[in-house]
Antibody, heavy 120, light 107 residues
Framework: EVQLVESGGGLVKPGGSLRLSCAVS????????VGWVRQAPGEGLEWLCR??????????DYAAPVKDRFIISREDSQNTLYLQMNSLKTEDTGVYYC???????????WGQGTLVTVSS | EIVLTQSPATLSLSPGERVTLSCRAS??????LAWYQHKPGQAPRLLIY???NRATGIPPRFSGSGSGTDFTLTISSLEPEDFAVYYC?????????FGGGTKVKIK
C-alpha cells in the first residue's frame, strides 16, 4: 500500500520560511513524479509544484503564486520529498498535501496533509 | 490558465439517489480530465481519469463522461460513504488546475 506522510507544518510569521517533508513508502520512489497541492481554508484544491524523476532530468515546475518563493526537491535515497517555502504570505495558509503523479498529470496518491498557518 | 467551473456548488441528497455533477472547462481539454473525492480530514482520492476511466479500486457506481469542455461525474446510487466534496482537474494545459468543487450533503 502506498503511503505518503507529510510533516513540518506549523505557525510562521509573514516573511518567514518553513520546510515541509513527505515520507513515501509502498512504491519505488525514484520512479515516480511527486509534488504538492494545497487547500486554503474554505477553498478548493490548488496545484503548486511537482518534480519529475531522474531519468527525465529531475526537472521541476511551479504554479505562478509560488514560483520564485517555493523550492521543491527530492531525496531518492530517503524516499522523501521536500518543499522549502520562503517569503511566506498570509495567503499561503492552508493544508499542504504531497502527491504522486505517475507521469500522466493526475494525482494517484495523496498524503493526509500538514497545516501551515502564516500569521503575525 | 484553464478555468474549471463546477456546478452546483452544493447538493443535498438522500442515500440511494442518483447524482450528476458537472464540470465545464473554459477551453477544450480533450478528455484529459479527472475527478477526485475529498472527505474532511482525509486525503483526496482519485476516482476517474481521462474523463471516463475508473481508477483502481473505485466501485462501478462511479462513472465519468464528456469531452472537450463539458464533463459529468455520475454516482448511480449514493452510499453513505459518498457524502463528500468532489473536484474535477485538467491536465491538458499548463498549469494543472482544479475546479472549485461540489459538496454532496446528506438531505
Amino acid at each position: 500500500e502506498v503511503q505518503l506522510v507529510e510533516s513540518g507544518g506549523g505557525l510562521v510569521k509573514p516573511g518567514g520560511s518553513l520546510r515541509l517533508s513527505c515520507a513515501v513508502s509502498g512504491i519505488t520512489f525514484k520512479d515516480v513524479w511527486v509534488g504538492w497541492v494545497r487547500q486554503a481554508p474554505g477553498e478548493g484544491l490548488e496545484w503548486l509544484c511537482r518534480i519529475k524523476n531522474k531519468p527525465v532530468g529531475e526537472t521541476s515546475d511551479y504554479a505562478a503564486p509560488v514560483k520564485d518563493r517555493f523550492i521543491i526537491s527530492r531525496e531518492d535515497s530517503q524516499n522523501t520529498l521536500y518543499l522549502q517555502m520562503n517569503s511566506l504570505k498570509t495567503e499561503d495558509t492552508g493544508v499542504y498535501y504531497c502527491t504522486i503523479d505517475h507521469g500522466d498529470g493526475y494525482f494517484g496518491s495523496w498524503g493526509q496533509g500538514t497545516l501551515v498557518t502564516v500569521s503575525s | 490558465e484553464i478555468v474549471l467551473t463546477q456546478s452546483p456548488a452544493t447538493l443535498s441528497l438522500s442515500p440511494g439517489e442518483r447524482v450528476t455533477l458537472s464540470c465545464r472547462a473554459s477551453q477544450s481539454v480533450s478528455n484529459y480530465l479527472a475527478w477526485y473525492q475529498h472527505k474532511p480530514g482525509q486525503a483526496p482520492r482519485l476516482l476517474i481519469y481521462d474523463a471516463s476511466n475508473r481508477a483502481t479500486g473505485i466501485p462501478p457506481r462511479f462513472s465519468g463522461s464528456g469531452s472537450g469542455t463539458d464533463f459529468t461525474l455520475t454516482i448511480s446510487s449514493l452510499e453513505p460513504e459518498d457524502f463528500a466534496v468532489y473536484y474535477c482537474q485538467q491536465r491538458s494545459n499548463w498549469p494543472l488546475t482544479f475546479g472549485g468543487g461540489t459538496k454532496v450533503k446528506i438531505k
